[in-house]
């Protein structure tokens, strides 16, 4: 009994989260790229990169983040590699907003024109997070001060702002109101407390009044109730807004039914964004309110709210509404079937819709075939699908596959983490075959798909030109599988994913106690770098 716990100690000891296996690494390097060359507040300002210049700095960004680490790790070599993990994530994190902070490469003749745009942006949110007093505040804000300046958006993001350097801004803020348009007053009161960061927001607040914004962003502020209420006197004086930003920023029931009462008109809203949120359903309710009033919407992002059934009927009953929307994004929640079925009445109005997102929502069969059948006679143009982790099965995937059939400008499609096997990985395979030219990206991981599911779908996405990734990571292929579909991709191999995950014996791991070990350390390090975001000052 003594030699098996110390077996079970020297077992446990042995796990070791650094290095990252080879797959982990281009698994990090493909959703850098993704990161770079997705539309996001950070890009407005900057620029979009193109997927070759993203895909290029993406490598070098991985590399040099993976050297920091490793020789981070090569100092605590008796460590579990945990430390050197967070390091590689941190830095891939802050070189990434640096690549991203210097846009895309311009051409001689698109120099003035870019000058002449960011003579309009005033932008202090770059280099290290960090507080900003008084003193400081005087001076990085001193263009403000210069008459006569055509300043139309600002951004204050990633500067926390006290009380004392509140009082300096103010001023400025209230001369340059009348000319704004745009204002980024995200993550701008980080570490100060409660009271401070609540008297901040309101001084905001009233010195803006008045101004007629097209956008706002007051994402990563934590502001629960009481901050929706700080930024009252500027919310009830907007009329004319677009878009309006609310990401990360503890939007419960109170806060969302504050927002929902205090911003008067929404007829212009073209852009709303709630994602990562504790808003439940009764705040789901909330906003399906200002859904309602927001006939304009074109981008509608509710991801990672905790909406359960409740809360998802209500948004998809108010999406009706929406009959313009063109990216629909509502992922990691807990709809379940009910309002997969609710939402799918909603999709069949959408005629403009590109991108749909609704991974992890517990859909199931009958949710995933509501509105698999929705989308096949709407969204003529839909280019992203995607449909991860909802238990959808062969019964399902009859549904998904014919809809899919129909989309021709279909450029990434993600069952990822589904029960599909290969008879529903055959089915989507074929839906895959003719006229499908845009295609770049399939994920199929995780689906319990044999030899000649993983055969057809390789055969299939081969043959499009221009494809990029195909994803079969973590399903069930025999070798002489493995070896059929690496020749298929002989000429081509980074467009086939890694298979390191594999399980050639087939074996349903859930069952198997045996694998505890490699749960530990690869899901933890799958988890630190699963979420990577762009960090501002990090």
């Not at 650094?18 to 507040?41: A, C």
């Not at 050297?67 to 994530?89: L, N, R, T």
């Amino acid at each position: 009994m003594e030699s098996g716990t110390q077996a079970f100690q020297q077992r446990s000891l042995s796990v070791k989260l650094w290095p990252p296996s080879h797959g982990t690494r281009l698994m990090l390097v493909e959703r850098m790229t993704k990161n770079l060359t997705t539309p996001s507040i950070f890009s407005r300002k900057y620029g979009l990169l193109s997927n070759e210049e993203a895909e290029e700095d993406a490598k070098k960004i991985e590399e040099l983040a993976f050297a920091a680490a490793d020789q981070h790790y090569k100092k605590e070599p008796d460590g579990d590699g945990s430390s050197a993990v967070q390091v590689y994530a941190k830095e891939s994190s802050r070189l990434m907003l640096e690549a991203i902070k210097r846009g895309p490469t311009v051409k001689d003749e698109e120099i003035a024109d870019k000058t002449s745009i960011h003579e309009t942006v005033f932008d202090i949110s770059g280099g290290r997070r960090a507080f900003i007093d008084a003193e400081e505040a005087e001076e990085i804000l001193k263009p403000l001060r210069e008459p006569g300046n055509s300043y139309t958006k600002i951004c204050f993001s990633n500067r926390s702002f006290g009380l004392d350097a509140a009082n300096v801004a103010a001023p400025l803020l209230s001369s340059v109101k009348q000319q704004l348009t745009e204002v980024d007053l995200s993550d701008f009161i980080a570490g100060r407390p409660e009271s401070e960061a609540l008297e901040v927001m309101n001084l905001f607040s009233s010195v803006l009044e008045g101004c007629q914004l097209r956008y706002l962003n007051l994402s990563n502020n934590a502001l629960g109730e009481k901050g929706v209420r700080a930024f009252g006197a500027l919310l009830k004086s907007q009329n004319n807004l677009e878009e309006l930003y609310l990401i990360n920023d503890g939007i419960s029931e109170e806060a969302a039914q504050a927002v929902s009462e205090l911003i008067p008109s929404t007829k212009k809203l073209k852009v709303l964004q709630f994602h990562n949120n504790m808003t439940g359903d009764e705040g789901a309710i909330a906003i399906s309110d200002i859904v309602k009033r927001s006939p304009a919407l074109e981008d509608f992002r509710c991801s990672s709210t905790r909406v359960g059934t409740d809360g998802g009927v209500a948004l998809a009953e108010a999406l009706k509404t929406c009959t313009r929307l063109k990216k629909l994004d509502l992922r990691d929640n807990m709809f379940g079937v009910g309002a997969g079925v609710a939402l799918s009445k909603a999709l069949s109005l959408f005629a403009g819709l590109t991108e749909v997102y609704l991974s992890y929502l517990n859909l199931e069969d009958d949710g995933a075939e509501a509105l698999a059948n929705a989308l096949k006679e709407s969204a003529p143009s839909l280019e992203v699908l995607d449909m991860a982790g909802n238990d959808i099965t062969a019964k399902g995937a009859a549904s998904l596959a014919a809809c899919i059939a129909s989309k021709q400008f279909l450029s990434k499609l993600n069952l990822a983490e589904n029960e599909l096997k290969d008879e529903g990985a055959i089915l989507i395979g074929k839906s895959l075959g003719e006229g499908h030219g845009q295609l770049n990206e399939v994920d199929m991981s995780t689906n319990a798909i044999r030899r000649a599911g993983a055969r057809l779908l390789a055969q299939v996405v081969v043959k499009i030109p221009g494809f990029k990734l195909l994803n079969i990571n973590g399903n069930f292929i025999s070798d002489e599988g493995i070896d059929e579909i690496k020749e298929l991709f002989k000429s081509s191999p980074d467009m086939l994913g890694s298979l390191e995950d594999n399980d050639p014996e087939g074996e349903d791991y859930e069952d198997e106690d045996e694998d505890e070990e490699n749960a530990e350390e690869g899901n933890e390090l799958e988890f630190k770098l699963k979420d990577l975001k762009i960090k501002q000052g990090e």
